[in-house]
């Protein structure tokens, strides 16, 4: 009987250091900034952080931003840009480029947006209808980029849809047809930045009129006049705001 000899080995595999160096300082990078949406005037600050040390640049528009007196160095991990007062031109994405010394790349974007307003310059906001008469109410908005308009009352939407007797005009202006009692009271304009959550509301009242009415009950009376003898003529006003009522004989 033949036997044969079996050798048995023990592999260990030991991968390349530079391997294991690159899994290891895998790099991160991010754009820190306090928020989004900046108003005109307002200070802009932007930093950008990396989980390693490189050169950082920022870019706007594919165009580096090579101002010192906007971008600086923190450290050799951190950059930040600082935009003192804020245009409307300085909205837009931004990146920051980093590159380490052995030649590892990477980019973080973040957008900005820079509006101005809204405004409700000139807009009035105490309006008087006589019942039955047609009332227009103007608001009067600026800003920039864009700013969208909507009318409520008591929380509730006015529709801009044709034909409904309380709406919304196409320049913004709110029209009630033949002003009713029940019309009066405190409408909100209230104006958005176009996509932003930013909004700005101006209370506007609106009064509603009627023009005084008297009917007497009794236009004659006859009555036997005497001592201890009372006399009631029943007098029935209307009117808004409560009219003034007065007898003269």
């Known amino acids: 009987m033949k036997y044969k000899t079996v050798f048995l080995y023990n592999v260990i595999f030991k991968p390349e250091k530079s391997a294991i160096l690159r899994f290891c300082q895998t790099i991160k990078l991010e754009i820190i900034l306090s928020k989004q949406d900046f108003q005109v005037g307002e200070e802009m600050l932007l930093v ?18 090579d101002d010192e007196d906007i971008v600086s160095k923190l450290d050799y991990t951190t950059s930040k840009l600082l935009i003192k007062k804020a245009s409307l031109s300085d909205g837009g994405t931004y990146t920051c480029m980093f590159e380490s ?50 009318w409520l009352k008591d929380g509730e939407l006015i529709p801009s849809t044709p034909g409904v007797r309380v709406r919304k005009m196409s320049d913004n202006t709110l029209h009630i047809e033949k002003v009713k009692r029940s019309d009066a009271g405190t409408y909100i304009c209230q104006a958005q930045i176009r996509g932003r959550a930013i909004y700005k509301q101006l ?27 009372n006399v009631s003529l029943l007098c029935l006003v209307d009117g808004l705001p409560k009219p003034n009522i007065t007898w003269t004989l």
Not at 121 to 126: A, N, Q, V
Not at 213 to 220: A, G, L, Q, S
Not at 221 to 228: D, F, H, Q, R, S
Request: charged share 25%; aromatic share 6%.
């Open 48 to 65: 950008c952080k990396a989980t390693k040390e490189g050169e950082m640049t920022w870019h706007k528009g594919g165009e580096e931003i």
């Open 101 to 150: 010394d052995d030649g590892h790349k990477a980019d973080a974007q973040s957008v900005i947006y820079v509006y101005e307003g809204p405004s409700f310059h000139g807009t009035t906001t105490y309006h008087e209808f006589l019942e039955g008469a047609d009332g227009m109410v103007p608001c009067l908005v600026s800003g920039r980029p864009a700013v969208d308009i909507t």
């Open 203 to 229: 209370p506007v009242s609106v009064v509603a009129n009627a023009p005084p009415t008297v009917h007497i009950r009794e236009e004659v009376k006859k009555v036997i006049a005497g001592p201890e003898t």
